[in-house]
């Protein structure tokens, strides 16, 4: 954690008293000014943003939160991170896993989950898809949700939010974008992330979050305030992830693997050709903990998903061990 995120933290560690469900007035500043500075996002008003206890916690209870049921229907990527489905079998909404608009048919669905870049994959949605996801989705009355914690991690892509007047116009109805510091600012164990976009769909949430306590930690708002007001320590961060990257990506292509998308975000796609379940073990016997693909879904039977989270330590041995085999 970067020195002046852990002295925010550590300044703001007495404060006993109940805080603010829609965040204090200077984090809600310190996130519209830097959704903007850093990813091109259209301004938006000070009640178009809200803190959340984390996003994984945001999407699993998502569903529920806005009064899905089973007359609905979720939009899920094929491959995807579980929680999305994990929080429509919450509220008991039925899902459907698809890519691409034609893969709906005639069905119509309440809400759609855009995941760029992707988790597991990496895999970065071009402006020209966001936008006809959009304008799909407004022609039929569906919220879209974009999921957009790795959007400052691109590699060989430069990912564009659903936010970006690019995308969306400079119009921000039906449409949130979620974000997350866990990774970029190293603050994972404090739950601190954002939901933003369309203002009335925030003020719903906002409503049920103060009824349900779903509120921020007063200690964990000043540590995002500093965390979203400067930029330097993030630049740092992603220095640290590209070496990992370079160093990791390189190991597996030369023991046998080839990386598929990984355009951004912070894991490698890879495959030897044969099961998950097969390059699961390979890498095991090397002391080497990798997530199998299916466990993201049926398409990513043939995969694995490498992190770059663990410590540049942990990277070098890594590479070491898969380059000595």
Known sequence: MAPVIRDALAAASDLPGYPATAGTPALRQAIRDAVTRRYGIVPLADNAVLPVVGTKELIAWLPTLLGLSADDLIVIPELAYPTYEVGARLARVPTVRADSLTQLGPQHPTLIY???????????????????VVEWARERGALVVSDECYLGLGWEADPVSVLDPRVCDGDTAGLLAVHSLSKTSSLAGYRAGFVLGDASVVGELLAVRKHAGMMVPGP?????????????????????????????SKALTDNGFRIDHSEAGLYLWATRGDSCDDALAYLAQRGILVAPGRFYGPLGREHVRVALTATDERIDAAAHRLTAS
């Not at 500093?226 to 370079?246: C, K, N, P």
């Open 114 to 132: 855009l995941n760029s870049p992707s988790n597991p994959t990496g895999a970065v949605l071009p402006v020209e898809h966001l936008r006809k």
């Open 220 to 248: 964990v708002q000043a540590a995002m305030t500093a965390a979203l007001s400067e930029d330097e320590h993030q630049r740092d961060q992603r220095a640290r992830y590209e070496h990992r990257r370079d160093r990791l």
